[in-house]
């Protein structure tokens, strides 16, 4: 293989992991579920199996595959070092394309001496805070920060948008600026991997932690956490000859090297290749470049002899995919609480129940544990967010899985589009097997827009039950394959078990009434008034919320402002109306219609806190009631 060939097939390797992630994030932002990132996060699986070593949970919303994923990114650093940054690693990647920018603008630089050896502390720093954090709390404290998770999310769940918006600039414009600056000076992983690139921090590492827990040692995880990472800082800045221990390393031949000094010239991460004889710098990242840019055959190799080239981007790759399958052939709970006595266990049963979209992380978990708490004969509980599914122990001679089920299910109603008034309409009964979640019945109505189906309602009985408002014209066969066709990003996609067709009769207007929900409130010393002395305005609710009421911030809205507003009703007839209560010749009627008409609600609280949301409504006055009906 020519050498121009080695360095090609490094990048081919980097390059086709960044076009993966961009049909990926494609695909997910179609809304086809394709990948969630996070399960292929190295830094994310080990901070799961600190918090599993920790607590006996799982951090956040991590798998048994980001953990295996996070033990084979350590394992490839103790026997092979940091492959997984040369070869693998997205930022990596850009980071080192950003870079080139930097050097053809002619801006980027070097820091050396005592400016590099103080900044090189920042990544221990956030390796310390992020590990800490994410112990105390249970949840991913990295998500907040991380350039990598912020762009392919955009800004996505538990994203911090302060953190996350000045850690991208500083990894840009960094990367452009300095040689490699987020790798070398910011990266938590880079600092673990330095931690175990030698014999004396895994030495450090397990030493600490045997002694904690042989010895079942009260102390603060923070302060364990805090000396591996300055352990780890002083390694790095006084030990960069420390012998370490990993089968792969680059080794000059000075029998045979001409002195060229191209090796140095190509390093990534600037060192000074054609000055050592052993590569024991721990910046090197094996990536291979010295070697292809060596123009002395034999040179340049891996180790003292070998001299596959290819052999590191193969192993990693390989590595990689292993930990993938392996990964996924396991599940570990996030959470798992037992609460029943020995003699309630005695005579239990547990079944398992799938679909439940909201059990997403360790926080939503808890919450799931603490509700499953307050049943009474449910002796415990497990969730997996993996399938987002929870395992239930219950004392069978106090409760049913049937009544746990209806417990947990709570009905709803998701309005798609607005029929014709005078529209006829069907409805159809689908029965399913799965548990469906509010969450995914918005999803699945979402889908369906402009399919001719305007309403789905879910109840429980015995099982899941649907019922589609549908055009007149559409049959059972149809309906069930326009939900059958719905992909929402579920491992397990929904499927149809029978629909019936109801004789029911309704149409657009019926549904519409059926959709709209009655709200009648008053306030502001409503009942102190005589009938005479209160008078109403009827206003038409313009395009209301679909499944939205807020009539009740509404109210808030109204009433705060102005003492003489004193109630509110609201139905739909023929049409959504709503009537606004006012004392007599105390407040003109374009006042309220203003003031309810405004872009945002003002919301004022027991505690005299005011917020400001989002009016979803728009109003238009019709006429005056002359006095209270």
């Known amino acids: 293989m020519s050498k121009k060939r080695v360095s090609l097939f490094r990048n081919i390797l980097q390059f086709s992991v960044l076009a993966l992630i961009i049909v990926f994030f494609i695909g997910n932002q179609l809304g086809l579920g394709v990948v969630d990132f996070e399960t292929y996060c190295p830094m994310g699986g080990i901070q799961a199996i600190l918090t599993l070593m920790q607590d006996g949970l799982i951090a956040c919303n991590m798998t048994v595959t980001q953990m295996v994923l996070g033990a084979i990114f350590i394992f490839t650093v103790l026997v092979m070092g940091k492959l997984f940054c040369s070869h693998l690693c997205p930022l990596g990647t850009v980071s080192e394309a950003l870079g080139k920018l930097g050097d053809r603008l002619k801006i980027r630089n070097d820091i050396n001496g005592i400016p590099d050896k103080a900044l090189r502390s920042l990544k221990y720093i956030l390796l310390f805070l992020t590990l800490t954090i994410t112990l105390k709390t249970g949840e991913l404290f990295c998500k907040e920060y991380d350039p990598f998770y912020t762009s392919i999310t955009l800004y996505g769940h538990r994203v911090n948008f302060l953190f996350a918006t000045i850690s991208i600039s500083i990894f840009v414009l960094g990367s452009i600026i300095f040689r490699l600056f987020w790798c070398k000076y910011l990266c938590p992983l880079g600092a673990i991997s330095n931690i175990f690139k030698y014999w ?65 010239r190509s390093c990534p991460q600037g060192i000074d290749v054609a000055d050592l004889e052993l590569v024991k710098h721990p910046d090197c990242n094996i990536c291979g470049d010295c070697v292809a840019a060596c123009p002395k055959e034999g040179a340049l190799t891996l180790n003292q002899k070998l001299n596959v080239k290819w052999l590191p981007s193969v192993i990693v790759l390989s590595l990689f995919i292993g930990g993938v399958l392996i990964g996924g052939q396991y599940d570990l709970p996030t959470v798992s609480k037992a609460w029943g006595s020995t003699e309630q266990m005695s005579h239990s049963k547990e079944f398992k129940l799938g679909h439940l979209s909201h059990i997403t992380c360790f926080s939503s978990s808890m ?28 004392d069978t001679t106090k409760i049913s899985e049937l009544t746990i089920k209806k417990m947990l299910y709570t009905r709803s109603k998701q309005f798609i589009e607005a029929p014709a008034l005078d529209q006829n309409l069907v409805v159809h009964k689908l029965r399913f097997e799965e548990y469906i979640s509010k969450e995914d019945l918005a999803k699945i109505a979402e889908k369906l827009v402009g399919t001719g189906v305007y ?38 996609p929904y499927k149809v078990a029978d629909v019936v067709k109801s004789s029911i009769p309704i149409n657009g207007l019926g549904l519409m009434k059926r959709t709209f929900k009655k709200f009648t409130m008053t306030f502001n010393n409503y009942k102190s008034y005589t009938k005479e002395q209160v008078r109403s305005v009827k206003a ?55 003031w309810v008409n405004k872009e945002e609600l003002t919301l004022v609280y027991s505690t005299g806190e005011i917020e400001q949301v989002e009016n979803p409504y728009s109003f238009n006055i019709k006429k005056k009631t002359k006095s209270i009906d």
Do not use: W
């Open 367 to 394: 919450g799931f544990v603490k509700q499953m708490k307050e049943i009474e004969g449910v002796l415990g509980v497990s969730t997996y967010i993996s399938d987002h599914s929870a395992n239930i122990v219950y």
């Open 540 to 594: 038409e609710l313009i395009d209301f919320p679909k499944n939205e009421s807020k009539f009740k911030e509404l109210a808030n809205h109204l009433g705060k402002k102005y003492k003489n507003v004193v109630g509110i009703d609201a139905t739909y007839e023929t049409k959504p109306e709503v009537r606004f209560f006012y004392v007599q010749d105390k407040i003109e009627r374009q006042t309220i219609l203003d």
């Open 455 to 492: 309403q789905l309602e879910t109840q429980f009985d015995t099982e899941i039950r649907m019922l589609a408002f549908c055009d007149a014209n559409m049959n059972e066969a149809t309906i069930e394959g326009l939900i059958n066709s719905v992909k929402i990003g579920r491992k397990t």
């Open 200 to 264: 004396v921090g895994v030495a450090i590492v397990v030493l600490v932690l045997s002694t904690m827990y042989f010895f079942e040692l009260g102390i603060d995880i923070a302060y364990i956490v805090g000396i591996i990472c300055l352990a780890g800082y002083v390694l790095e800045i006084f030990k960069i000859e420390t012998k370490h221990h990993s089968v792969l390393k680059i080794t000059r031949h000075t029998h045979t090297c001409i002195d060229c000094g191209l090796c140095s």
